[in-house]
């Protein structure tokens, strides 16, 4: 990203909270960012306090990672305000900037599918990822369903776009199908990173990638102490053996800084 785009995403993502730090030679190459990551601290399921959301930002940097979308739980079972959610990311933008941690905080959300069509347009915007309207959607749990379709339908009709999280949760006998009906609808859907990188040969996920069906990896860390690590690299390699180079740059660049852009129709180049 050209340091004019990445200037963009910041006033996009914290306001007055924005990342200071010198990037270097950041000028002529392409930043990292993971769409998907509870990284606020003593909110939903994800950090447990400051020091944790550091450690997982150190995490982050120690992978390449220079972005981080922080994608709190919009769900019945988590308490999170949405007007509270940009003094809460400068908050931990300025933690990160005086620990001398040069990680970026985006702005982000992961929206329970139920409770999507309750948000208001505004909400949705502001929870969107980057503030660019992509919305990170968790699907309901059980298989993918007709009512994660018609979501992503009445999302597009409000002026939103949807990312599908962690569809390897919501495995059934039809997912082939529902992954390609929901991208026809013009979603994109976000694997765990983790889970890729776990992956052996001969796995479906691997099949799945090799047929065009992964478009973006977000690590969906919750803690430095315990579960998902924050970082992405590990699932980047593991795709390199199915898909193309080209394959890879749109998953791990190309589509994450399109998505914070705010670029509208975002599509699978294969
Ligand atoms: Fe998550």
Redesign the pocket.
């Known amino acids: 990203m050209s340091r004019t785009g990445t200037a963009h995403l910041a006033l996009r993502s914290q306001g007055p909270a924005t990342n200071h730090r010198s990037r270097g030679s950041a000028h002529n190459r392409s930043v990292v960012i993971d769409v998907?990551c509870?990284i606020l601290p003593a909110l939903d399921d994800g950090a447990l306090d400051l020091d944790d959301s550091a450690a997982m930002a150190a995490q982050a940097a120690q992978d390449g990672i220079e972005v981080v979308c922080a994608?709190p739980?919009i769900r019945s079972d988590h308490l999170v305000r949405v007007a509270e959610l940009p003094s809460r990311r400068a908050a931990l933008q300025r933690e990160l900037e005086r620990r001398g941690l040069d990680v970026q905080i985006a702005r982000g959300a992961?929206i329970a599918q139920e409770k999507a069509a309750m948000l208001t347009d505004r909400e949705l915007r502001e929870l969107s990822l980057g503030g660019g309207g992509w919305v990170l959607i968790?699907p309901a749990p059980g298989p993918l369903g007709d009512d994660l379709c018609a979501l992503v339908d009445g999302l597009r009709l409000r002026g939103a776009r949807a990312v599908v999280?962690?569809p390897e949760r919501h495995a059934a006998a039809d997912f082939e199908d529902r992954l390609r009906e929901l991208t026809a609808r013009g979603a994109l859907i976000q694997w765990t990173a983790d889970f890729v990188a776990r992956a052996a040969a001969g796995d479906l996920v691997l099949g799945y990638a090799g047929a065009g069906l992964v478009h973006l990896l977000g690590s969906?860390a919750?803690s430095s102490r315990t579960g998902r690590p924050l970082r992405l690299a590990a699932g980047v390699a593991k795709l390199r053996a199915v898909c193309s180079s080209a394959q890879i740059a749109w998953i791990a660049q190309e589509a994450p800084r399109a998505i914070l852009d705010g670029v509208e129709a975002l599509t699978p180049p294969w």
């Open positions: 998907h509870h994608t739980h992961e968790e999280a962690h969906d919750h």
